[in-house]
């Protein structure tokens, strides 16, 4: 038993009397903003309640030390810090006050990943659209493969400068600077009178797409308490499957180039939002600027909360990671394998499982199946069970964890790839059949396969395989080197993009659909086992802390304490 779960346990020189005393969950006042009565002369535990705690922690109460300083910020050296034991069992209104602002700097933020799920989904309606009879110009195959594959491509570019100037500009002003282009990109595609202005329009869209998608996971872990990072750093895949559920859904109402120019709508918001938010604070102390550090703390824990143990600990993890590391060869360091070597093979699992080829193609997979829905519709309901299945993962991963998700994820995938492969085996069989004529009743009964095998699989990719890797990639990457380590992920990332999406139509041509989706199941049993035997559990740690045990610090701490 812990020494917060300890009921012996008690602060010196608390008051025992009056109504005070008999409440534990007694919510910081009247500094936090909510209505009270009460004076700060009522309450001298709020004045004195961090020395009291610094007492207390010279005398033994090393553990109790460990947990407020890795788990608690705001309500450091008070009561309730120590009382609570999470932010999660506050009373419902302290609670609102602690996390309101990291709420609204997580929406600011995710806005941009809306336009990165955008661009990811515009291809599904947007080439059958080109492909159209009243089409301006027609497209061939080998331009449609390019079509889908110029913005992975493009996004390895924009991770890779992305790994320099996340450092050098800031996590904040790197996605400001994607809104402009953003906005030139769906413009140029919209205006488009050849195929040569959507290549160009698809490649400055693909390089915003790389410095967001590299930007925003160490933003939000950089600037969210651990107690909510789960939720709050699923906002991005949240939105950004809101995002490709709109390109859906306007793509049924409107022809290519109108889409287009409703994609130009998005970055014009996230960009007007990110004015508002802070820098993030381990970002300034990286640059020596501990002022404006404290000044982003107060805004996102609230201007009246103690940050001055938070802070401390941002700029002594700094300087222990400074000392041990210089330069980007140090990715090399021994210490940084086993993060990095995780972070690459999340992101290879999360890729080879098919997902962007079954998002930039959806459409046309749905015609190959000769459903009877019409592929535009099948379409759309993939992507509100896409974002119905994130909007379950953001209620429940703070709560079971990140492993079990990954474990219901895969399950499921591999049980829906194997419907899929399953029914167009059946399809291949009744094609190679002398009297396919035979096969049509029973492939007509199993008509309502391939929806429900692909509705499936989209709800358990975004259950797991979807946002973890970004979240888990925010929070293993060591401070010193997130930036150009996040560079390095997200690149090899939208690599393995590249390759699934250029190659996913010839392989389709060339193995037939049974054997590309047979393939992808086998993959995640794979994947399954992976996670089970090597990945470790982030949930309700703060970054040092994972940094510590991802660097095998683990013991050397625990026996300091």
């Known amino acids: 038993m812990s020494e917060i779960d300890d009921p012996s346990y008690q602060l010196e020189d608390v008051p025992e009397e009056g109504d005070h005393a008999a409440d534990p969950m007694l919510p910081l006042q009247p500094q936090s903003g909510i209505p009270s009565n009460q004076s700060n002369n009522s309450l001298p535990f709020l004045q004195d309640g961090r020395a009291q705690t610094m007492r207390r922690l010279s005398t033994g109460g090393g553990s109790m030390g460990s947990k407020i300083s890795l788990e608690l910020y705001p309500e450091r050296g008070s009561k309730i810090a120590i009382k609570m034991g999470s932010i999660a069992d506050m009373k419902p209104i302290a609670r609102k006050m602690y996390i309101l602002t990291q709420v609204l700097a997580a929406i600011s933020v995710s806005i941009g990943s809306m336009g990165v799920g955008f661009s990811a989904g515009y291809t599904s309606p947007a080439i059958p659209s080109l492909k159209a009879d009243n089409s301006t110009f027609s497209i061939t195959v ?69 410095l967001l998608t590299l930007t925003l996971p160490v933003y939000l872990s950089e600037t969210i308490q651990p107690e909510i990072r789960g939720v709050l750093g699923l906002l991005p895949t949240t939105l950004g499957n809101g995002g490709i559920l709109v390109a859906y859904t306007f793509g049924y109402l409107m022809d290519w180039s109108w889409l287009a120019y409703a994609g130009a709508v998005i970055p014009v918001v996230f960009t007007g939002m990110m004015c508002f938010v802070p820098e993030t604070p381990r970002w300034y102390i990286s640059k020596g600027r501990p002022i404006e550090a404290r000044s982003a703390l107060e805004w996102l824990r609230g201007s009246d909360a103690d940050v001055e143990t938070e802070l401390s600990a941002i700029e002594e993890n700094f300087e222990t990671s400074k000392r041990e590391m210089s330069s980007l060869k140090d990715l090399m ?46 379409s759309i309901i993939l992507g509100i069970v896409n974002l119905f299945a994130t909007l379950i993962a953001n209620s429940v991963i703070d709560r079971i964890g990140r492993k079990p998700l990954l474990y219901i994820s895969s399950s499921l995938m591999v049980m829906s790839l194997a419907g899929l492969g399953t029914y167009f085996y059946y399809q291949e069989q009744s094609q190679q059949s002398k009297n396919p004529e035979e096969w049509g009743p029973f492939l007509s009964n199993m008509g309502w396969l391939p929806l429900v095998s692909l509705m499936l699989y989209v709800l358990a990719f975004s259950l797991g395989w979807g946002p973890i890797p970004w979240l888990f990639m925010g929070e293993v990457l060591p401070a010193r080197v997130r930036g150009p380590a996040a560079s390095f992920v997200t690149c090899f990332n939208w690599s393995f993009s590249f390759i699934i999406t250029k190659t996913f139509p010839g392989m389709v041509k060339q193995m037939g659909p049974c054997a590309v989706f047979f393939t992808f199941m086998c993959i995640m049993v794979v994947s399954l086992l992976f996670t089970i035997l090597i990945i470790p559990e982030t949930k309700g740690k703060s970054l040092e802390e994972i940094e510590r045990e991802m660097s095998g610090k683990k013991a050397e701490v625990n026996n300091e304490l």
């Open 333 to 378: 360091n021994r210490r940084l394998l086993r993060p990095l070597f995780n972070s690459f093979m999340l992101m290879l699992f999360q890729q080879l499982s098919g997902i962007n080829a079954v998002i930039f193609y959806s459409a046309s997979i749905f015609e190959l199946a000769g459903t009877s829905l019409s592929k535009f519709l099948c």
């Open 142 to 210: 080998e331009e449609e493969s390019w079509i889908g594959s110029l913005m992975p491509l493009s996004a390895i570019v924009g991770s890779i400068v992305g790994g320099y100037i996340i450092g050098a500009l800031g996590r904040k002003m790197v996605i400001l600077l994607c809104g402009p282009p953003f906005v030139v990109a769906w413009v140029l595609i919209g205006s488009a009178v050849n195929i040569w202005m959507i290549y160009v329009g698809r490649s400055i869209s693909g390089f915003c797409v790389g």
